[in-house]
């Protein structure tokens, strides 16, 4: 299977939403019926007093910043462990920061909405299931490596701004964008046995629910943007793709390689020029690139910061 490949999670985006579904509305409608019916809680599925195997990655190999670098060959087994652990606790922890930006985004779109209405019901639904999901990162960092980590302050002060002024399109392709990113790496761990077993769990639920989110984001996007001229969806490309590098660029905090016993100097340098890590983030974009190219939001301009990120 290759990486742009997206297996199914018993099919439920592809059972929850037709491609007949129009506007936001009727695709609430739809997703509504998925949540009641798929949703799912990680502290009722998973046992978190179940002591960790200690031959167990914290994702798969492959989808560590060092994989196929001089200095991932020179690790040995268990530090390698220790290392995917610590990286994708700063995947999750940092994702954690993101989607209370979403949270706060989902609500002021909806203030004073229609309320009766499917669209802000379901909205109200996500931002539950995001709550859920930040809960589950939350525990499922405090298990594997007992800490947080965070973005940068600059990054920080930037993702306040962005949750204060964005809105229509640029807030939820800025939504998307890290649910794609998430998506295929979440898909590429999920049902790998050299996963610990509580982390593979926590994979599918958030494969499984987000699917529904994106589907949302990507409505939002499209009606926001019906009535736009070309070069209002020019500069809101361009403000979403030097999110989307912020957002990207985060993901992993240099700390987590300091905290697995490493030169994080040195460390950072080889991460920075992996081939290999780059074509897996350029790759897990390709469904995203398309659909903001299909949206008029890929420029010339945009696509500085998204190479950048190596995100195209």
Wanted: one cysteine or more; aromatic letters at 10%; glycine letters at 6%.
């Amino acid at each position: 299977m290759t990486i742009t490949e997206r297996p199914e999670v018993q099919s439920p985006q592809n059972a929850a939403v037709s491609t007949r579904d129009q506007g936001a509305e009727q695709v609430s409608d739809r997703l509504l019926e998925s949540a009641a019916k798929l949703s799912r809680n990680a502290f009722n599925e998973i046992d978190w007093d179940q002591p960790m195997d200690p031959s167990l990655h914290g994702c798969s190999p492959e989808w560590c910043t060092l994989f196929g670098t001089d200095y991932w060959n020179e690790l040995t087994e268990e530090q390698r462990i220790d290392l995917t652990r610590h990286e994708f606790a700063s995947v999750m922890t940092n994702g954690i920061w993101f989607e209370m930006i979403l949270q706060e985004m989902v609500l002021r779109d909806q203030y004073l909405g229609e309320y009766h209405t499917s669209e802000y019901q379901w909205a109200l639904v996500e931002v539950a299931e995001e709550c859920r999901h930040s809960l589950m990162f939350a525990k499922a960092s405090e298990k594997m490596v007992g800490k947080s980590y965070r973005p940068s302050k600059f990054v920080g002060r930037a993702g306040r701004i962005f949750k204060k002024v964005a809105g229509g399109a640029v807030a939820y392709a800025g939504i998307l964008v890290a649910e794609e990113v998430l998506d295929v790496f979440q898909r590429g761990c999920m049902r790998d046995e050299r996963v610990l077993p509580f982390i593979r769990t926590v994979n599918e639920i958030h494969v499984l629910e987000e699917s529904r989110h994106m589907k949302f984001a990507r409505e939002e996007v499209r009606e926001s943007l019906a009535d736009k001229s070309r070069w209002g969806k020019m500069w809101r490309g361009y403000v979403i793709s030097i999110a989307a590098y912020l957002i990207v660029t985060s993901l992993h905090d240099p700390q987590a390689y300091t905290d697995a016993g490493l030169d994080a100097e040195r460390a950072v340098r080889e991460a920075k020029n992996n081939p290999y890590y780059r074509s897996q983030v350029r790759e897990s974009c390709v469904h995203l690139m398309e659909f903001l190219d299909e949206c008029g939001l890929l420029n010339r301009a945009a696509l500085k910061w998204y190479r950048k990120a190596n995100m195209y």
